[in-house]
């Protein structure tokens, strides 16, 4: 009896020593997405569906935010390690005193684009009604209409676009991998004509990015390392099997209930990914890049947006 008793304690002493430490001990840590399930975030699902955040040691716990718990706040409110904010936000907040760190860059390029109703140019809309996104201060339209005299009357909107298609205003902030895509499912059609890429007028500023507290990056670097890089396999996982993350994707918007399609959901992946691509390596660097971290804080400076400049080695916590 006493024999089988140690058997079996060796046994489990060998099964204990044969699994591997990050599966004994993974480190929880709380990622809140910048909004509702949906392909823009396939890089991170893969990542945990994969085991990739296991392999690194980490239990990552993927949050959607809502309109009463917001991304920033969760944040805030330590409800999650860390959160997914566009980049000239965090500079705003930084410049404001709440020190942030950006540990993952997914955005390489700008995705927003300004459409009118009209079937004119956004730059002859002068004084026109134009909506733009309430959950961001989109400081580009702003910047823009400044820069331009457009002196556009803002009109603050939650999602969708139906106020748009109804007319009730005369053109919509959209982004290339969202709102765009929804305006040709709705049959809107688009021209080059009625339609502003900010990325092709001296606008093509990175947008979101993984950010952490200041204090937080300071006491748990390797964990914060841990994430990023997991995360990069994630995407570039994504990039090689695109139908089979969508299948993934398609698992979290039913689980989350979020409201779209199939169609929509691999028109956004792809031009996800498009928008990954560094403009000018053309590979996906998963970088701030100093040179437009100077450029936005160059622009917010100079339109009353910031505080104070915001450094490149400021956002990435040297």
């Known amino acids: 009896m006493k024999y089988q008793l140690n058997i079996k304690i060796l046994g489990l002493t060998m099964m204990l020593l044969a699994m591997t430490p990050t599966a004994l001990k ?12 949906q392909a823009e975030f396939a890089g991170y699902y893969i990542a945990k ?21 917001t991304t920033f706040n969760r944040l805030q409110s330590d409800q999650c390690n860390a959160a997914m904010i566009s980049m000239m936000s965090a500079m705003d907040f930084i410049a404001q005193g709440i020190p942030l760190v950006n540990i993952f860059q ?47 009357e803002w009109v603050r909107f939650t999602s969708h676009i139906n106020l748009f298609l109804s007319g009730a205003i005369d053109a919509t902030m959209v982004v290339s991998y969202n709102e765009y895509y929804q305006l040709m499912q709705a049959g809107f ?9 900010f990325s092709e007028h001296g606008f093509n500023i990175q947008e979101n990015g993984v950010y952490v ?3 937080y990056f300071l006491t748990h670097r390797e964990t914060c390392q841990k994430f990023a890089t997991a995360t990069s396999k994630g995407w570039e996982w994504v990039a090689a099997h695109p139908d089979e993350a969508l299948e993934i994707v ?17 028109l956004m992946l792809k031009e996800c990914l498009r928008l990954q691509l560094d403009p000018d390596s053309k590979q996906r660097e998963f970088r701030v890049r100093p040179d437009m971290v100077e450029k936005a804080s160059q622009l917010m400076l100079e339109y009353g947006m ?13």
């Open 26 to 37: 993974a480190e929880k840590f709380v990622f809140t997405t910048a909004w509702t399930a």
């Open 49 to 69: 569906e994969k085991g990739f955040y296991r392999e690194q040691g980490l239990d990552v716990v993927i949050q959607h935010p809502s309109l009463t718990s």
């Open 106 to 152: 997914e955005s390489m390029n700008s995705s927003n684009i300004l459409v009118s109703r009209w079937d004119i140019s956004p730059l002859k809309m002068k004084g026109k009604k134009v909506a733009i996104f309430n959950s961001d201060p989109n400081y580009l339209a702003i910047i823009m209409s400044k820069k331009e005299g457009m002196d556009y």
């Open 189 to 197: 059609k688009m021209s080059e004509e009625n339609i502003y890429r």
């Open 213 to 215: 507290k200041r204090d």
């Open 250 to 266: 398609m698992k979290y918007v039913r689980k989350y209930n979020a409201p779209t399609n199939r169609v929509m959901q691999k």
């Open 306 to 318: 910031l505080k104070r400049r915001v450094t490149y080695k400021e956002l990435i916590g040297q």
